[in-house]
């Protein structure tokens, strides 16, 4: 049983009070869909546009998406989203592309620049991340990926 009802793949966002945004475009991401609700969650659709493809090659992608929603969010509530878009960045990678994301944390030079703990606790994440569904990146202001968020923050700031 999933933990929240977003966490599954036939979850129904828009019955569920999440404002619906088509067609955004983010660098040379076209035509996505970015769901939002008040104090609750980001959710990213990998089914619309070229949003899967181009997030699960970049994570410079996911985080110039990860801003674009986060403007979205704050345009509509007036209220900034409290996951940064380092983190958020991160767990759309996740989403997107997590066989990448595992080759990579595990390749030794990696491990060596994150160190043992940090690369540790990413791939933990990752456990906890592809454990839910991939068709929608839901960054959930509670959910459990926010105990990693620090640590991909500086993962993030390693890379670029």
């Known amino acids: 049983m999933a933990l929240f009802p977003e966490d599954t793949n036939d979850f129904d966002y828009e019955a569920n009070g999440y404002f619906i945004y088509d067609n955004v475009t ?10 939002i609700k008040y104090d609750r969650a980001i959710a990213i659709s990998f089914k619309h546009g070229n949003t899967l493809g181009k997030c699960k090659g970049s994570l ?76 929608y990146a839901d960054i959930g202001i509670t959910d459990g990926q926010r105990k990693f968020d620090k640590f991909f923050e500086e993962a993030y700031d390693l890379l670029f």
């Open 60 to 135: 410079k992608e996911c985080y110039d998406l990860a801003i674009r929603a986060r403007s979205i969010y704050a345009t509509a509530f007036r209220q900034h989203f409290p996951v940064s878009a380092k983190a958020m960045a991160w767990e759309i990678w996740l989403h997107a592309a997590p066989e990448a994301l595992d080759t990579m944390i595990d390749n030794k030079i990696v491990r060596l620049i994150l160190g043992t703990t940090l690369a540790g606790k990413i791939s933990m994440a990752i456990i906890d991340i592809v454990g839910g569904h991939t068709d």
């Open 26 to 35: 983010s660098g040379n991401i076209t035509g996505a869909r970015i769901n």
